[in-house]
């Protein structure tokens, strides 16, 4: 590789050919500012629209600045990153970017968590010398993520999430010059559009732009009220994330903590989403034998391959996109969905209380799982099996307002029965972790043979689309992954063209899985930190002593006392579900 | 095939056009048929002739007369008198402002004298619906010289050596552009012109594909030839129908020709154009914005590098030319990069393509070698000031230009010295001012401009552009202060600095070159809260002289808003709240009565 | 239309279509060439002026003469009709009466080509034919 | 969530198919197509908009994202003569500005609106190339020239006979 030398700040630098002025300075330990730039290394997610103008640096010899972010380092260039012309053209482009800014700090949802707000703070911005008008956008709520337009600097990254990584394509720069922002076609709500509130574009929104519905009023209101029974579950995801919001380590396992605070906040019982991924096991697992067994017999009506169903964001992306192609997906609820439906009648049989006085809330990493729990065919007579689906940061904002001391709490376990799980369930929070649980059982099943490794290496990973085969006792059986959307797509056009011959595929919608969800905590374009995530969950899994989740004593009993088995009528009425057509065909008059 | 006695041409080109030339081509030819002189005079329909002030024009050749606005009941005259008695119809004939002397032959006009015309050669000579008249003017000869008797390393040695530089505004050497991307590897390549000219106040490109679209079809090719490319993309303006009309008959005929297509002229080589439209976003002249319009994208610019000579259209190396730049490339090759670059200045060989346009006697289009002074444009060929009021500033470079003043009249123009004046060469607009005229308010109109333009990408040019008009704004209601003089000079620093294309990295110069020449009238703004040449509706007052003042009411029947109060044969009286300063009283008033405070 | 296969091919067309624009190349340069002007006005029409430009159209070209054929209105000899009037560059011009086609050979032939006077020269003593 | 009607008739959607098949139901083609489009409905509204995104397998948004970046495609239908002033610098100088206030003062609407009974629309362009005859107004094709404030109500009573 040709090396390039350079002079920054009047360091010498050396770097690869190709590298920017930013990474150079990087190395050099020059952090030079930036706000519309987003590299997630490990996921090779980029944006760079150089269109903040933040990351400006003077270059000798140049009639005006660059931006650091993607001019290319030449040899023998002389780089000045803070004289004063190059500080003065910074901080007047910051007061630009404010003077369109609502000045509301105090009172944003994203107050003390904002890439501008910290920027203005780096910079000693204390007056705004241009002021003028201001753009004024109709606040759009949707079931899931609001969109304060006022608030958006057009750094452009929720769109490159939307339409590059997800390909969902609901947010496209509209309008130009001062009138531009981003939005979804012809302005309408986000509820009007195909949205799959997989929450990407709130994950990367530097402001207060885009943010989640707030529930923690509701929650706070409901734990609130003597009359309800209010029963919480956690999914994977949030235990390995949580931390971060009191400043611990990316990666920190929190999950006892997690459960004192939760019990801190006054829910009756804590139970676990776990236990739910282990019965989505079973019932995902069931499905995909049989599908398999027939294939293998030769049914020709038999559809494969099986896709996995339990991330909402996929859900809603394959109901608009893929139409054609609805009975494919396991019939299976997802996790949050089978935790609302047994809370509400086996559980709440066991207490003897009415579903209605019973208020279930999940613990999510996800904005999807906001819309996912308000869908029609999760109420009975209109009470919904889940009644609030809150985020991580969601949950901080709860432990902190309930002046509960995170970091000093002791850990406790999950109540029973609801709380049991095991190693299989807790990586439902990575890509490739949904179907290594469905592979350790579905293998015992089929082979009748006890699995003795069950770490499937060749299934983990940060790969956009992973594809293996896992060998069921002399039967190879193709398994397809997929993370981010996207990727997603690829794979079913590749199903649809009659291109690929997997037998399972798992797919999540947000990159690394729900470790990196649009309800975890900011990683302020840190991909590290998602990487910290996983190993964290693999690690929780390595040391659970039951990793099988057909193992699972509480399954087995769920089962005996209730369900029958799986896949059977009672299941299918509680457990399963159908999909809708959502595209938007046209319609004649 | 008919021996035509007498062509009569026929100016076709939209500003004639809309003064009616085709209902005069028409009646032309309608009056010749019934006469019975079919066979003896021919009308053509040309492009531009340039003079678009006295449109719309007819040349009458072989006698060499130049007839300038022509209506279309004038048809019959010119037929009987002219053509038949061979009397030529003098009220029809331009009369020279200063001796009153009529002129028939077109090149003993001022306007034409200092004039060369290369881009613009075949512009009002012939017909730019026929390839036959092209061809007749040694059209597409360059382009099978090129093919047959030279390589293309030749060719591009040529256009290096001819110093021709591109004339959309850059100035960035055409042939090392061709180099340039002739170097870049691919299995495709694309020339593209860009004809997406938006500079308000411009029409050179427009002019020269209504007059003579074969010469950039043919230039095209060559450069397809030079830089190894198949397909060429021509990026026009969809408010140009004309123009596209032109063209698309000009490619249908080159193809019916075989000189676009599979192995023109036997040679092996292949070449086709196609087109594509703007619609209507300056910024798409930007090379790379262009690529993104024609690649259905909305047209933002993107950084560069990648240049698209690397990476441009559907990623691969892309040539953009303007269309000007392409018209000078047939001649060169025809007559060679010496004769070329004997014309013009050092730095910036041949002519150049101007839209002369403002306070100006003689509007029009206007060809004139490098090097030439703004005095000899102005007053020479642009015939002085209108009404013989004082000449302030001229605007060069649209939008991203500057505004010069008195003192660099004699400054001789090209690009280098433009930019040193602190305006820019642009795509050729050259917009002129006189004493009427206030500074701080064609700033604003500028901006105005460059604010609805902006696409929005970069935040200096986003939100700055928008504050700077604010500032503005406020300057010509009397509100500003010194404070905003400051920052307007501040914040343009910073937005030339910062923005990430050409457009927000020259949209402060009208500020700047404004401040820098006419830094008086912002004073006159700021401190004394009046505008010099009484144009800032907020900074003045109409007011009625009671000594002059009548009692005629003339001015109080026309007010549109009845701000005016007053007894017949009584003094009349402005309601100064109620006044929108529209200045109807004033244009009404016999007795002089009405002034301006 | 047909397909234009190689270079000799245009050069073909080329020389074809520019006798077309002869007309127009050359008048925009008329003080290089010789202008003849006919007078076409009533008087001249009928005593055979139009045969006469005719006559001076084909033939220049045919001998390869750079020149201009243009009418104008009556010069004022109507006895002398048709009459022309001859420019040659660098020259006054000359205007001869009673031109017949034979007149006219012998007006290309001595005065264009050699500068020899022919019979039949009126004296110079009218004015400007524009200006009338 | 709410899927949204498209209501145009079979004739104009097939119109419409035709015009996308025409460029190959190439989304690269979409500013070509949206000219054609325009011409075709005199704008483009919504659901003309979703048809295209369908046909060219490209997101509505973007359609929008588009329709929105270029001044020459609107969402608002034009008037029945439509008006558009020169605003080019050449008009501008001499005096566009007040033929501007004029016209919105007669009409009673801004640039960019139809008058209420869908006669005039008013609009301001940017050099039509007439600058010979600045300011100029245009009323559909028809180019008015030399334009004064005063005129102007002249130009807006030929349509009002």
Not at chain 3, 94 to 114: L, S
């Amino acid at each position: 590789m040709e090396m390039i030398k350079l002079t920054i700040d009047n360091k010498t630098v050396e770097v690869q050919k190709g590298a920017s002025i930013l990474d150079a300075a990087k190395t050099v330990g020059i952090n030079i500012p930036t706000l519309c730039y987003l590299h997630l290394h490990d996921l090779n997610i980029t944006n760079k629209p150089a269109g903040c103008r933040v990351c400006v640096v003077e270059v000798k010899g140049r009639r005006n600045l660059a931006p650091a972010c993607v001019t290319e380092c030449t040899e023998g260039m002389v780089v000045n990153t803070h004289n004063i012309r190059v500080l003065n053209s910074r901080k007047t482009v910051l007061e630009l970017i404010l003077s369109d800014h609502p000045t509301d700090c105090l009172i944003c949802s994203k107050s003390g968590n904002c890439d501008l707000q910290t920027l203005a703070q780096e910079m000693g911005i204390r007056q705004i010398r241009y002021q003028g008008e201001q753009s004024h956008y109709r606040e759009d709520t949707s079931p899931a993520i609001i969109r304060d337009v006022d608030k958006c600097i057009m750094c452009r990254r929720c769109e490159m999430m939307c339409n590059d990584v997800q390909t969902v394509g609901v947010l496209s720069a509209v309008n130009r010059g001062f009138m531009s922002v981003v939005a979804p076609a012809f302005e309408r709500n986000l509820d009007h559009s195909e949205c799959t509130y997989c929450g990407q574009c709130v994950a990367v929104c530097p402001t207060g732009a885009l943010t989640e519905v707030d529930h923690t009023n509701k929650v706070i209101r409901a734990l609130a009220d003597p009359s309800k029974t209010v029963i919480v579950q956690t999914a994977p995801a949030v235990r390995a994330a949580l931390g971060e919001e009191f400043g611990l380590e990316p990666g920190t396992l929190v999950t006892g903590k997690m459960v004192s605070a939760l019990k801190g906040l006054g829910f009756d019982y804590v139970f676990d989403t776990d236990f739910a991924a282990d019965l989505t096991i079973m019932e995902e697992g069931t499905e995909l034998l049989d599908r398999l067994s027939r294939f293998m017999n030769g049914d020709k009506t038999v559809k494969m391959p099986i896709l996995t169903s339990c991330c909402p964001g996929w859900v809603n992306f394959f109901e608009h996109q893929f139409p054609d192609m609805l009975d494919i997906p396991s019939t299976a609820r997802s996790p949050q969905q089978m935790f609302g439906s047994i809370a509400k009648t086996y559980f709440a049989e066991k207490l003897g209380i009415k579903r209605e006085n019973m208020v279930v809330v999940s613990i999510m990493p996800c904005l999807a799982k906001k819309y996912e729990c308000s869908r029609e065919e999760f109420k009975v007579d209109g009470n919904p099996d889940v009644d609030f689906a809150v985020s991580t940061r969601e949950l901080a904002h709860l432990i902190k307002q309930a002046n509960i001391d995170f970091n000093g709490l002791p850990e406790e376990d999950f109540d029973r029965p609801l709380g049991e799980s095991t190693g299989a369930s807790v990586i439902f929070g990575a890509t490739g972790g949904v179907i290594e649980a469905a592979t350790r059982t579905a293998y015992e099943v089929f082979t009748g043979k006890k699995l003795e490794k069950v770490d499937f290496e060749q299934l983990r990973g940060m790969e956009w689309i992973r594809r293996a085969e896992v060998d069921f006792d002399g039967t190879p059986i193709k398994i397809g992954i997929a993370h981010g959307l996207g990727n997603a797509r690829k794979l079913l056009e590749e199903i649809r063209d009659g291109k690929a011959d997997f037998h399972a595929i798992e797919i999540m919608a947000c990159p690394g899985g729900c470790i990196g969800g649009g309800g975890q905590p900011l990683h302020h374009g840190d991909s590290s930190i998602l990487k910290s995530r996983t190993a964290a969950l693999y690690r929780e899994d390595a040391g659970k002593p039951i990793r099988k989740s057909h193992e699972n004593p509480f399954i087995q009993k769920l089962y005996e006392e209730f369900l029958g088995k799986p896949c059977g009528h009672k299941s299918h009425h509680l457990l399963h579900t159908h999909y809708f057509d959502k595209s938007n065909p046209i319609e004649v008059d | 095939m008919a021996k035509f006695k007498i062509h009569l041409l026929v100016c076709g080109g939209t500003g004639c056009r809309a003064s009616e030339s085709e209902a005069l081509f028409h009646n032309l030819k309608a009056t010749i048929s019934e006469k019975g002189l079919e066979n003896e005079v021919q009308v053509i329909t040309t492009g531009c002739f340039g003079f678009c002030e006295k449109g719309p024009i007819v040349k009458v050749m072989p006698d060499n007369t130049f007839y300038t606005q022509v209506t279309p009941a004038d048809a019959i005259e010119i037929i009987e008198e002219h053509v038949i008695k061979g009397r030529k119809v003098q009220r029809l004939l331009y009369e020279n402002p200063e001796t009153k002397e009529k002129v028939v032959d077109s090149k003993k006009m001022g306007f034409y004298r200092k004039q060369l015309r290369i881009a613009l050669r075949n512009c009002g000579f012939i017909d730019p619906e026929n390839i036959d008249e092209y061809i007749g003017r040694d059209g597409y000869m360059a382009l099978g010289k090129c093919l047959t008797e030279l390589t293309p390393e030749q060719v591009i040695e040529i256009m290096k050596k001819s110093g021709l530089r591109g004339r959309g505004g850059g100035g960035f050497p055409a042939g090392l552009k061709w180099e340039i991307t002739r170097a870049s590897k691919a299995d495709q390549k694309y020339v593209v012109c860009n004809a997406d000219e938006g500079d308000p106040g411009a029409f050179m490109d427009r002019s020269i594909l209504e007059g003579d679209p074969h010469s950039v079809i043919e230039a095209m090719a060559i450069c397809g030839y030079c830089i190894d490319a198949s397909k060429g993309l021509v990026y026009i303006r969809a408010e140009y129908p004309l123009a596209i009309e032109r063209l698309k008959t000009a490619i249908k005929q080159a193809r019916e020709y075989g000189l676009l297509g599979e192995n023109v002229l036997g040679t092996g080589f292949s070449f086709d154009i196609e087109l594509r439209y703007g619609a209507g976003a300056f910024v798409c002249g930007e090379e790379t914005a262009l690529i993104h319009s024609m690649e259905g994208l909305r047209g933002e610019p993107t950084v560069k590098p990648p240049f698209p000579s690397v990476s441009g259209y559907l990623g691969k190396p892309t040539n953009v030319n303007n269309v000007e730049t392409f018209a000078n490339v047939p001649v060169i090759i025809n007559r060679g990069a010496e004769w070329f670059a004997s014309i013009g200045t050092e730095k910036s060989r041949g002519t150049k393509v101007f839209a002369l346009a403002g306070k100006i006697n003689n509007v029009g289009l206007i060809e004139v070698p490098m090097g030439i002074t703004l005095r000899e444009v102005i007053y020479e060929i642009g015939g002085g000031i209108k009404d013989g009021k004082e000449f302030k500033a001229v605007q060069t470079g649209g939008p991203s230009g500057g505004c010069l003043t008195q003192r660099h009249l004699d400054t001789p123009i090209d690009y280098d010295n433009l930019i040193a004046a602190g305006s820019m060469m642009g795509s050729g607009g050259m917009i002129v001012m006189d004493e009427d005229d206030c500074m701080v308010s064609i700033a604003k109109f500028y901006l105005d401009f460059t604010v609805e333009e902006s696409c929005g990408r970069c935040a200096p040019c986003r939100i700055g552009n928008k504050r700077l008009i604010e500032i503005l704004e406020k300057i010509c209601k009397g509100e500003g202060t010194m404070d905003d003089l400051d920052n307007l000079r501040n914040l343009s620093q910073v937005i030339k600095d910062t923005s990430l294309c050409g457009l927000g990295q020259t949209s402060p110069n009208p500020v700047l070159s404004t401040m820098e020449n006419f830094y008086e009238e912002y004073i006159a703004h700021v401190m004394d809260k009046k505008c010099p040449s009484g144009q800032c509706k907020s900074l003045l007052q109409y007011i009625i002289d009671a000594e002059n003042c009548v009692g005629c009411t003339a001015c109080a029947r026309n007010c549109p808003v009845n701000a005016i109060i007053g007894e017949r044969k009584g003094v009349h009286v402005i309601d100064q709240a109620v006044c929108i300063k529209c200045g109807a009283c004033m244009e009404k008033c016999k007795f002089n009565a009405v002034f301006i405070k | 239309m047909t397909t234009i296969k190689s270079l000799d091919d245009l050069r073909k067309i080329k020389s074809s279509v520019q006798s077309k624009l002869a007309l127009r190349e050359r008048s925009d340069h008329p003080d290089q060439l010789v202008q003849v002007r006919v007078a076409m006005a009533t008087c001249g029409i009928a005593s055979g002026a139009k045969i006469v430009m005719d006559y001076m159209m084909v033939e220049l070209e045919k001998r390869n003469i750079e020149s201009i054929v243009t009418q104008t209105g009556c010069m004022g000899y109507c006895y002398a009709e048709p009459t022309i009037e001859v420019t040659v560059p660098g020259k006054d011009p000359i205007v001869f009466g009673y031109v017949d086609t034979k007149k006219a050979d012998q007006i290309i032939e001595k005065y264009i080509k050699n500068g020899e006077l022919v019979e039949g020269i009126i004296p110079v003593n009218y004015e400007s034919i524009d200006e009338k | 969530m709410a899927s949204i009607n498209i209501k145009l008739n079979q004739e104009k959607v097939s119109q419409l198919q035709d015009i996308c098949k025409e460029f190959n139901n190439d989304k690269g083609e979409l500013i070509n197509v949206l000219h054609k489009a325009q011409h075709l409905f005199g704008y483009l509204p919504a659901e003309v908009q979703e048809v295209i995104a369908h046909e060219l397998k490209t997101s509505a948004a973007h359609v929008y994202g588009v329709v929105t970046f270029y001044s020459f495609f609107t969402m608002t239908p034009k008037g029945e003569h439509p008006i558009s002033i020169c605003m080019g610098t050449a008009c501008y100088v001499r005096g566009a500005e007040k033929v501007l206030d004029e016209f919105k003062r007669i009409l009673k609407v801004k640039v960019g609106e139809t008058t209420p009974d869908g006669k005039f629309s008013l609009s301001c362009l940017r050099c039509v190339g007439a600058c010979g005859l600045a300011p100029v107004v245009m009323v559909g094709e028809k180019v008015f020239g030399r334009v004064s404030p005063d005129g102007v109500k002249d130009i807006i009573g030929e349509y009002t006979k």
